[in-house]
C-alpha cells in the first residue's frame, strides 16, 4: 500500500496512520452529524415560530382524538331504522348501520394533513348525510336532520378554526 498524505485544518501534514486517521474521520463525520442536526433544529424552531405568529396552535394525541372529521358517524337517540321483512322473520337494521354521515365538503383544516376537521360552522344541509332507513321516533318520518340542524352545543370554545370553535365527540347538535 503506498503512503498518502491528508492535510488538516492546521495546515500540517497527516501521515497515514490508521488510528489517527480514524479519529480524523470520526471527528469530522460527527461534527458534520452535529451541524446537520443543529440546521433541522432551527428549521423547526423557526416553522413553529412562523405558525405560531399567525395563530395556529399545536394540539396533544389525547385532544386530536376526541375531533369530529369528515366521515364521522353520527347517532342519534330518536332515530331507528325501518323494519324490513325477510323470509317471514322481521329483522331490525343495527344501530352500528350508518346513522347520520358527517361531510365537510370544504375542508379548510386537516388533522394529520388526512382528515377534515368539523367546526360549528358545519351544520348546514350539505354537512349531513343520514342513512335512507333512518326514521325519527318523534315524527315517524325520515330523518329530516338536514332541516333541523340549527346549532351545535358542547363545542370547545378556546381552539377555534376560521374564528369557529371546534366539534369534539361531545358536541350536540
Excluded at 322473520?89 to 370544504?106: G, R
Aim: charged share 35%; hydrophobic share 30%; glycine share 4%.
Amino acid at each position: 500500500m503506498s503512503r498518502h498524505y491528508f492535510e488538516n485544518k492546521i495546515g500540517s501534514d497527516i501521515t497515514q496512520n490508521w488510528s489517527s486517521l480514524n479519529q480524523y474521520y470520526y471527528f469530522e463525520y460527527y461534527k458534520r452529524e452535529q451541524e446537520r442536526i443543529d440546521k433541522e433544529k432551527k428549521e423547526k424552531d423557526e416553522f413553529r415560530k412562523y405558525l405560531k405568529e399567525r395563530g395556529y396552535q399545536q394540539i396533544d394525541k389525547e385532544f386530536a382524538k376526541t375531533l369530529v372529521c369528515d366521515g364521522a358517524i353520527l347517532e342519534c337517540d330518536n332515530a331507528y331504522f325501518e323494519r324490513i321483512e325477510l323470509t317471514e322473520t322481521l329483522y331490525d337494521f343495527s344501530p352500528t348501520n350508518k346513522m347520520i354521515k358527517f361531510v365537510i365538503p370544504k375542508p379548510r383544516v386537516l388533522l394529520m394533513r388526512i382528515d377534515p376537521v368539523g367546526t360549528s360552522e358545519h351544520k348546514k344541509a350539505e354537512n349531513f348525510e343520514p342513512d335512507a332507513k333512518l326514521y325519527c321516533k318523534t315524527t315517524g318520518a325520515p330523518c329530516e336532520i338536514k332541516k333541523k340542524a340549527i346549532l351545535w352545543n358542547d363545542v370547545i370554545q378556546h381552539t377555534k378554526i376560521n374564528g369557529y370553535p371546534i366539534l369534539v365527540k361531545e358536541s350536540k347538535l
